[in-house]
């Protein structure tokens, strides 16, 4: 028989840790500990996961040491949906658990979904997908990103970023998720969460804004085509670069980012008046030196014909 530490019983009733909406009086309803029968559960649209994913190892630790945190629900009739917890769900069923700790708290569908949303973002697994979904579905209520972030703890740019990964995505025609394989993403079949960060924030510099927009929608699949495999420093150097020079192709954009991880050092000293001259064209590029020097050289190269010669 599975034994659950000793603190679920002296569980206090207290108030749901959900701030008031502005326009709206949310009734702050006592929650209530239990143990439900897993018959009792479903898994509802409140709960913003869209799958369990893999539950092996949760169920072999529910097996050994029992269900280690109640899942959350909320009363629907005679029966009770989750709201957090749906992967202890899961597991506690592959366990063959008859019952499941829970916190039943009187919730409305608003409610549900921010509880839902608030620990998913806090545990950090959520798809993209799955928190752009649930953006949509409160904003019917609020109208606002604003009044959602505060409700949800969070800031209102995270709200806007995931939303326009997520608009980003029918164009690039792969998925975006949290943490995607280096497989998925050498096959160009999936691309990280933060690799698509970067390419949203990029294409809303002026520089890139300038573009014109067929111009524009044919550099964003060409980008993500270009940093998908790339370790996520590298990418950031080749969206950094093109957020300098918009103009360039993201072939030689990525060549140009990339030189220093397969060129050669040499160390080179220049005479103080053509440092500071470097150091001048470097700032008026938002550069640094590092950057503009091979550049610099091999332009020079090409005017006096040697890049030609050596081809």
């Not at 597991?91 to 063959?96: E, G, M």
């Not at 921010?114 to 109208?143: C, F, H, M, W």
């Amino acid at each position: 028989m599975k034994r659950h530490p000793p603190s679920y019983q002296n569980l206090q009733r207290k108030k749901p840790n959900i701030q008031k909406h502005p326009k709206e009086q949310w009734a702050m309803n006592l929650a209530q500990f239990t143990e439900i029968p897993i018959a009792k559960l479903y898994v509802g649209k409140s709960n913003v996961r869209g799958s369990a994913g893999d539950i092996t190892e949760l169920t072999k630790s529910i097996e050994e040491e029992g269900v280690l945190q109640p899942i959350l629900v909320r009363p629907v009739k005679d029966r009770y949906e989750i709201i957090v917890g749906s992967r202890r769900f899961s597991a506690s069923k592959a366990a063959s658990l008859k019952s499941i700790p829970a916190i039943v708290r009187e919730m409305n569908d608003d409610e549900a979904i921010v509880a839902s949303l608030t620990e998913n973002i806090q545990r950090g697994d959520l798809e993209p997908e799955e928190e752009a979904s649930a953006y949509k579905r409160l904003y019917e209520s609020y109208r606002s990103y604003r009044k959602m972030a505060t409700v949800l703890g969070i800031d209102e740019s995270r709200i806007r970023r995931v939303l326009g990964i997520m608009e980003l995505v029918p164009k690039l025609r792969k998925e975006v998720r949290r943490y995607a394989a280096p497989s998925e993403r050498d096959k160009g079949e999936a691309i990280p969460f933060e690799h698509a960060t970067m390419i949203v924030e990029a294409f809303r510099t002026e520089e890139i804004k300038r573009l014109p927009e067929a111009e524009k929608a044919a550099k964003q699949v060409e980008i993500a085509k270009a940093i998908a495999p790339l370790r996520q420093y590298e990418a950031r150097k080749v969206v950094d670069r093109f957020k300098m020079f918009p103009e360039k192709s993201i072939e030689i954009i990525k060549e140009e980012a990339l030189a220093s991880e397969t060129g050669i050092a040499i160390r080179v000293y220049f005479i103080p008046k053509i440092a500071r001259l470097l150091s001048k064209a470097a700032e008026d590029r938002g550069m640094s030196m590092e950057e503009l020097v091979p550049i610099a050289c091999e332009e020079w190269l090409k005017q006096v014909g040697y890049v030609g010669r050596m081809d």
